[in-house]
């Protein structure tokens, strides 16, 4: 039986008291307990939707829960691109490049490409560190640096570059890093 999970906020109910738990429900209108997976997939939706379209200057916190959300838990590291429009308004989030428990390969040429087609004013650089260590390193540096300049030939901005784990983010530009 084929569940449609998350075609509205109605599909995630909360359970009767003393079930702990969340339900979902099928086509068939029967309800039934959701899997964990299932419960962080509809809060990560959740969180993009709040996140699209978004003042990402007025907003960081929501973009802040929504990457750690989305990136915080994983084993492997991720590197992933926010679209900013010309007023920083969030175009759209991008999961460019996976790697492995320790680093990942990002291809500047990929992100400008990215940032073309998407029409982008600017961009939040983001990675996790599935350490749980949020400092960047010498790599992340000079990372950042490279995006930087290859971006700014087709004028689009790097407004930050953030890295993600479980339980905080890191802002390379409050570092004054980017």
Do not use: C, W
């Not at 308004?89 to 990002?106: A, L, N």
């Not at 990675?127 to 960047?136: F, L, M």
């Amino acid at each position: 039986m084929q569940h449609d999970l998350f075609s509205s906020l109605d599909s995630l109910l909360s359970a009767p008291a003393g079930a702990g738990g969340f339900l979902v429900r099928d086509h068939a209108g029967q309800y039934r307990p959701a899997e964990a997976d299932e419960v962080l997939l509809a809060a990560q939706r959740l969180l993009a939707s709040q996140v699209r379209g978004s003042d990402v200057m007025s907003s960081p916190a929501a973009v802040k829960e929504f990457l750690r959300t989305r990136l915080g838990q994983l084993q492997h590291e991720v590197f992933a691109v926010v679209h900013l429009d010309s007023q920083n308004r969030v175009i759209d989030y991008v999961e460019m490049f996976r790697g492995t428990v320790s680093q990942t390969s990002v291809y500047p040429r990929e992100v400008v490409r990215d940032a073309m087609v998407r029409n982008s004013s600017a961009l939040l650089l983001v990675h996790n560190h599935p350490s749980g260590t949020p400092e960047p390193s010498r790599a992340d540096e000079a990372l950042t640096q490279t995006l930087k300049a290859a971006t700014a030939l087709v004028d689009v901005r790097v407004l930050d570059h953030l890295i993600v784990t479980a339980h905080s983010i890191q802002s390379m530009a409050e570092r004054g890093l980017v």
